[in-house]
């Protein structure tokens, strides 16, 4: 079943478009531990607002992009913006973020005001938004912001290049599962016809995407495997990486997200959880469901949210304290549904 909304040109709010147009230095932001669709969107966003009246910059602190993703930081020239940038904006861009302590502003400006007076315009499909812009545009449920991107673009007549459209292609294409989840709508996949004929490099980026990895994301995977778990009548699978296992691979907080489709890929599983010590001492849960199993109450027990199938949450605790802590709660949740 497909329970996407299906988004089209007129849903875009003029006021999120006026709003953008009246700046002339935005800085476009988007979450923590980017996925493709958050640098697809800003990047993206960033690319098609550029112009003789306009000075686009992006946030992306140094560190802050994983070894995979990393390309596609490379596939556009686009200023970043420096800290010196975030007091000279005229306003805010804040993309694929679902409250603002989540925004990808690095270790300085992080606990600061960085937005003060100015105006933030908040575009998302997350469902726990909490609307935290001056002006939102969420659509939650939808396949990605990515998507809402493009149909932001052509509302606002703005031209779509084809590195643009390479990286809206990512973010709808890496955030639907390669349009195998349910969230895959009518109109993600007109958004993907369109931006495909604007010159999105589909057999490149499925090549950095989803068939290649380097040797230090391989050496992870090992730790990942040999980790899991599987408990509640094989219903639930979870995994985990310690601090020392994920640098001796190589790998840093920056590299773990997609490792959770181990545990999750088993046959039969509904809840499936990925536990990381990128940071010691502070421990994420990447939560994910299948079926009719949901997920963002729980990741909400422990101050985390996303969307229903998909969410995660920081715990400040060591590795297998939250795993002690978390797993009965897990179980508890699971057994609602059965
Ligand atoms: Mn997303």
Redesign the pocket.
């Known amino acids: 079943m497909n329970n996407a909304p299906n988004v089209t040109i007129q849903d875009v709010p003029a006021e999120v478009i006026q709003a953008i147009t009246a700046m002339r230095r935005p800085i476009m932001i988007s979450h923590v531990v980017p996925?493709a669709?958050?640098l697809g969107?800003m990047i993206s966003m960033a690319i098609a607002w550029q112009d003789e009246q306009r000075q686009t910059k992006v946030s992306i602190p140094e560190g802050s992009i994983s070894q995979r993703l990393q390309f596609l930081v490379d596939l556009a020239d686009v200023p970043v913006a420096s800290i010196e940038d975030f007091a000279q904006a005229d306003g805010f861009v804040v993309i694929?973020t679902a409250k603002k302590p989540r925004c990808n502003v690095g270790p300085n400006l992080k606990d600061m005001d960085w937005s003060a007076d100015r105006k933030i315009v908040n575009i998302?499909?997350?469902a726990t938004s909490t609307q935290f812009g001056d002006i939102n545009w969420v659509v939650g449920g939808a396949s990605?912001?990515?998507e809402l991107v493009y149909y932001l673009l052509r509302a606002a007549d703005r031209s779509i290049n084809a590195a643009c459209a390479s990286l809206i292609y990512s973010?709808i294409q890496t955030?639907t599962i390669g349009y195998s989840l349910s969230t895959t709508s009518a109109s993600a996949l007109r958004a993907t016809a369109d931006v495909v004929e604007l010159g999105a490099d589909v057999g490149q980026i499925g090549e950095r995407l989803s068939r290649s990895q380097t040797q230090s994301e391989f050496d992870l995977l090992r730790v990942i495997y040999d980790n899991t778990k599987v408990l509640a009548d094989g219903r639930l699978a979870y995994s985990y990486a310690g601090y020392d296992d994920i640098t001796n691979a190589g790998c840093t907080a920056a590299d773990i997200d997609d490792q959770i489709n181990v545990p999750r890929s088993l046959d039969g599983v509904e809840l499936a959880m990925l536990f990381t010590e990128g940071r010691r001492g502070k421990t994420r849960i990447n939560f994910r469901s299948s079926g009719h199993v949901t997920i963002s109450e729980l990741a909400a027990q422990f101050k985390g949210g996303g969307?229903t199938q998909a969410a995660g949450a920081i715990l400040d605790s060591n590795i297998i304290d939250a795993i002690e802590v978390v797993i009965p709660k897990a179980i508890e949740h699971l057994n609602t549904f059965s």
């Open positions: 996925d669709d958050a969107s694929d998302d499909h997350h990605s912001t990515c973010g955030d969307h």
